[in-house]
């Protein structure tokens, strides 16, 4: 199992500083709150959670784009995170991203041809004749044409956009794809054109995907494992069919059960959470949930909850599935 | 007809942009009953928005205007209403809900403050009562300490709780119509379950009618009574709610509902509609959807279908022609 | 779609964006106005010395103080005798060398200090915009007049004494720019994509800040020109007996209660230039960038 990971992700915490004036102690923001999990060859990893949760700034730092504040990130055994830069921007042609905003994410001066040139410029991969090439194929496999070569990216709709820049970080042949909200700004009759997109080209490929989203029936469709996260934390980990069958922690459940109904008939029998997600910045005591959720015990306020195996391959963090004795002795002694 | 609440007949809409003029809306029919939740569907550029905004009297003057049709609210034609007139019918009459709270929502005003702007226009009530009324609907939107809230400024709120003072605002004076613009779009999961609960409750307390505008078919299956679905200023479908998930005629309605992930096998290649939503200015002659319809044939290109009706099922395209093709 | 057919594409959008310019100009009337104006300065000052009826340094005194419309002189003479209309035409020139001289030379200065501030941040950023704060709190011509005084007089040293007060607007305003492009998130995907820091300065940001500098260089040659009248007409700047609007102001000033056309038409072209220059700008700025468009 161990060789299987193409990435893994250890203890990775991400912290920022808020100053709050002269004389005010700062802030610390915990964006990510040592989290763990690893990703492996050729499965798509899927974070789920609300805004706020931490998930974007998960991929980002792991990518480098941010720095982390702790924690290693392996990346084919060797640590992303500790190389020095230049090496960082070499290995960027194995690792890359595509970003929600399809308006955002694309330079609006370059025109389609520039921007597919440039990670093979930057690179130093092919002849000129072959790049070319090369960005024609790209743009055919993404279900675009040589006819837009020379268009600048303001005159494409917002799922072509999408298709540019999944075409910009297929064209290196990477190994691993971060995939940041890749369709939840595009229209409904267009989502499901790139997630067959993606689909494809991660079998054409052979692409290993981290697929960040709030979108669950996505998520369900696309993934074969997800991880949850609350307030910076990982809350549960499982393979997709089984966590969608049988989530364990109540967020999770709560999460799964909140997700709009696809047919007027159906029932769903619906936790409601009440209140709103705490302030990252001034985030509950013990277990993060415990303000929101219908389960808590009074132990769920002062200890936090570690990360227990409920099932095959299938992690949660919830005092519903710990002994609580031991932990509480546990933690005295830790304290 | 008198349990009808709001008629919208043929209604065209022309936009003046910098490079000329564009549609956003062509021929848009519907009619909306007392007590009903209407789900208006549609994707962006289908010109949802822009009716909803027109039934307020909300589109800006000098680059819009109404080149067809009427709008008829409990029997009198709006359309032709003075700027007075639609102020004395906003906010008292018909209320709106919006996307984003926290832009509609004034940076610089309390929330007592706010929500007591209504009540100053359109009702007569001393201060002490306008300040109860204002308590007791945002205890009814599920606000704690609403005693307290009143003093503070939305940016002190979370995004849910601001749309629930969008809600308490839009509910002050009890209005007999609630048009509500993608009220949970910019919300999180657990928050949109939360609100979508809270607006069914307040809609059967109050005894309201609904017109509400989303692109989530999930949020209409929650919510809507019927359906009016949009596709590029037109509307292709207009459906009780279960006949249009069991038995929908057009195939945009059609497509939408294959292309959702709940409806394809895991990992297997979703059913999608192929092309682009249309630009207003690429709009033409025939059918809007036609250049995306996996149906469409030579009358498509050429004619704007009319509606066909099977009872209360609505759909404009040829296919549904009674004596075929 | 082959080698040529793209070819041809190319010049078809260079043509059509040529029409687009002129098609956008056409519907404001502001905008056309100013780009008038902007015509006519230019072609004055290339052809004016063919234009003018008479020498502008031809002073024979014998004709001084002619009020317009006598003996062939329109607007009249100066207490030389020369004729106004012609020194006016000439002096176009200056105004418009010094206004675009200077734009070019403050926006360079300023364009390279705001984006080192904006791009690189920190302890750079601190002190260039601390000499930025520091120079804009000194008046305006106070400031040229001081710089002019050190360095002396005469065209080239007036340009670079306006250059050195007013490069601090292009710093403040490129930097801000800067600061939010560096936010954007196709900057944030040239970084994911492994383009270096240099490369992302020059194919991402510099591009994208051309527009700004261009409205707000259209912007400032307006507030050039009258800062080098007004530089002038306190017999700093451009010295006589070469025409130029200041200095005609400056020695029609005593002159002021008895012949009024003296510093009447010179005062007249400034504004009129200056309005339309700011006529262009404004416009410019509302097409190019309707985000800044004030409401």
Same mark, same amino acid.
């Given at each position: ?13 991400k ?27 050729g ?8 805004s ?17 504040? $702790? ?10 995170l ?23 994410s ?19 991969k ?32 917002g ?5 540019i ?7 290196l ?14 229209d409904?009759?267009?989502? @499901? ?19 960040i ?5 996505v998520?369900e ?25 049988d ?33 990252p ?13 219908p389960?808590a ?18 992690i $949660? ?12 002795e ?6 | ?35 009903e ?23 800006p ?5 109404i ?12 359309t ?6 639609y ?37 007569k009530? @001393? ?56 009220p ?9 379950a ?11 307390d ?72 249309p630009?207003?200015n ?13 149906f ?30 | ?30 905008g ?22 008479y ?82 709190s ?22 670079i004494?306006?250059?050195?007060a ?13 600061? $939010? ?29 051309f ?49 009024w056309?003296l ?33």
């Amino acid at each position: 199992m161990e060789d299987n990971n193409l990435v893994e992700i250890k203890n990775l915490k991400k912290y920022y500083e808020i100053s709050r004036g002269l004389f005010k102690s700062k802030l610390i923001v915990k964006a990510v709150d040592d989290i763990s999990f690893s990703i492996r060859t050729g499965e798509t990893f899927a974070l789920v959670g609300e805004s706020g949760c931490g998930k974007s700034t998960t991929g980002k730092t792991l990518l480098r784009l941010t720095d982390a504040t $702790a924690g290693e990130v392996k990346y084919k055994g060797e640590n992303i995170l500790s190389l020095p830069y230049d090496k960082v921007r070499s290995l960027r042609s194995e690792l890359q991203m595509v970003f929600q905003d399809p308006y955002a994410s694309l330079n609006p001066k370059m025109t389609i041809k520039q921007i597919l040139m440039e990670p093979l410029r930057v690179h130093n991969k092919f002849t000129p004749e072959e790049r070319m090439q090369k960005i024609v194929d790209i743009l055919e496999i993404v279900g675009l044409s040589k006819a837009h070569l020379n268009r600048y990216p303001s005159e494409f709709s917002g799922g072509q956009r999408q298709r540019i820049g999944i075409a910009r970080a297929v064209i290196l042949n990477p190994d691993f794809i971060v995939a940041d909200e890749p369709v939840s700004a595009l229209d409904v009759s267009v989502q @499901s054109q790139v997630i067959n997109l993606l689909l494809r080209l991660q079998k054409e490929f052979g692409l290993t995907y981290l697929f960040i989203s709030h979108d669950l029936s996505v998520v369900e469709h696309m993934t074969d494992r997800v991880a949850v996260m609350y307030l910076g934390k990982i809350v549960e980990t499982a393979a997709t069919e089984e966590l969608f069958a049988d989530p364990k922690h109540p967020y999770t459940q709560a999460l799964i059960s909140a997700v709009p109904v696809s047919h007027p008939s159906e029932e769903r029998e619906r936790i409601v959470l009440t209140g709103d997600v705490p302030n990252p910045a001034n985030p509950p005591s013990g277990c993060s949930f415990h303000t929101r959720c219908p389960f808590a015990m009074d132990i769920c306020k002062t200890i936090e909850p570690k990360l227990k195996q409920v099932g095959n391959d299938h992690i $949660a963090s919830c005092h519903l599935y710990t002994e609580h004795k031991e932990e509480k002795e546990d933690a005295i002694i830790h304290s | 007809m008198t349990d009808v609440l709001l008629e919208i007949k043929n209604l065209g809409i022309e936009f003046k942009t910098g490079e000329g003029t564009v549609q956003p809306i062509r021929g848009v029919d519907f009619f909306l009953k007392k007590g009903e939740t209407l789900g208006v569907v549609g994707e962006s550029g289908s010109g949802k928005s822009v009716t909803s905004l027109t039934v307020l009297g909300l589109l800006p003057e000098k680059t819009s205007k109404i080149v067809s049709g009427s709008i008829h609210f409990e029997d009198e034609e709006i359309t032709h209403y003075s700027d007075r007139q639609y102020r004395k019918l906003r906010g008292n009459d018909i209320s709106m809900i919006f996307q984003e709270p926290m832009t509609s929502l004034n940076p610089v005003f309390t929330i007592g403050e706010q929500l007591s702007e209504p009540l100053k226009r359109h009702k007569k009530m @001393s201060k002490k009562q306008r300040e109860k009324a204002i308590v007791d609907v945002l205890k009814q939107v599920g606000i704690p300490r609403a005693e307290q809230i009143i003093d503070e400024y939305p940016h002190q709120l979370s995004g849910g709780m601001r749309q629930r003072v969008m809600i308490s605002l839009a509910l002050l004076c009890e209005p007999k119509l609630l048009i509500c613009d993608e009220p949970t779009t910019a919300l999180d999961v657990t928050i949109q379950a939360q609100i979508l609960k809270l607006m069914k409750q307040v809609k059967q307390d109050k005894d309201m009618s609904m017109l509400f505008i989303t692109h989530d078919l999930g949020v209409v299956a929650e919510m809507c009574d019927r359906v009016v679905v949009m596709y590029a200023g037109e509307i292709v479908e207009v459906a009780e709610i279960n006949e249009l998930f069991d038995n929908p005629l057009h195939p945009y309605t059609k497509g939408l509902l294959a292309s959702l992930p709940t409806n394809n096998d895991r990992k297997s290649k979703l059913y999608s509609i192929k092309g682009q939503v249309p630009r207003p200015n690429e709009i033409g002659e025939g059918c809007a959807f036609a250049n995306r319809c996996p149906f469409a044939f030579d009358k498509c290109y050429a004619k704007t279908p009319p509606a066909f009706s099977e009872g209360d099922h609505l759909s404009k395209c040829w296919l549904q022609q009674p004596e075929g093709r | 779609m082959n080698a040529t057919e793209v070819m041809d594409d190319q010049i078809n959008k260079k043509t059509s964006k040529v029409k687009n310019f002129f098609r956008k100009l056409s519907r404001s009337w502001t905008g056309m106005l100013g780009f008038g104006i902007i015509v006519l300065l230019l072609f004055l000052s290339i052809f004016g010395e063919w234009i003018a009826p008479y020498d502008p340094m031809d002073a024979p005194l014998s004709k001084g103080l002619l009020p317009p419309m006598t003996d062939g002189h329109i607007l009249g003479t100066d207490q030389l005798g020369r004729d106004i209309l012609s020194r006016i035409i000439v002096g176009a020139r200056v105004s418009v060398i010094i206004g675009v001289a200077t734009a070019v030379l403050a926006g360079l200065i300023g364009t390279i200090v705001g984006v080192i501030a904006g791009y690189f941040r920190g302890w750079v950023d601190v002190v260039l915009m601390r000499i930025v704060d520091v120079t804009l709190s000194f008046p305006f011509i106070l400031l040229v007049l001081v710089i002019n005084a050190i360095i002396g007089t005469g065209l080239t040293n007036i340009i670079i004494s306006l250059a050195v007060a007013g490069w601090v607007i292009f710093a403040r305003v490129i930097r801000s720019e800067v600061l $939010a492009l560096r936010e954007k998130e196709f900057i944030t995907a040239a970084i994911a994509t492994g383009v270096s820091k240099f490369e992302i300065l020059v194919r991402h940001i510099l591009p994208n800040i051309f527009t700004p500098i261009i409205i707000l260089a259209s912007l400032q040659i307006g507030t050039y020109i009258i800062a080098e009248a007004s530089v002038s007409f306190l017999g700093f700047g451009v010295q006589p007996p070469e025409p130029a609007w200041g200095n005609m102001l400056n020695e029609g000033k005593d002159y002021i209660f008895s012949s009024w056309w003296l510093i009447t038409f010179p005062g007249i072209a400034i504004i009129i230039t200056a309005l339309g220059v700011n006529f262009f700008g404004d416009w410019l700025r509302d097409t190019l960038d309707p985000d800044l468009k004030g409401e």
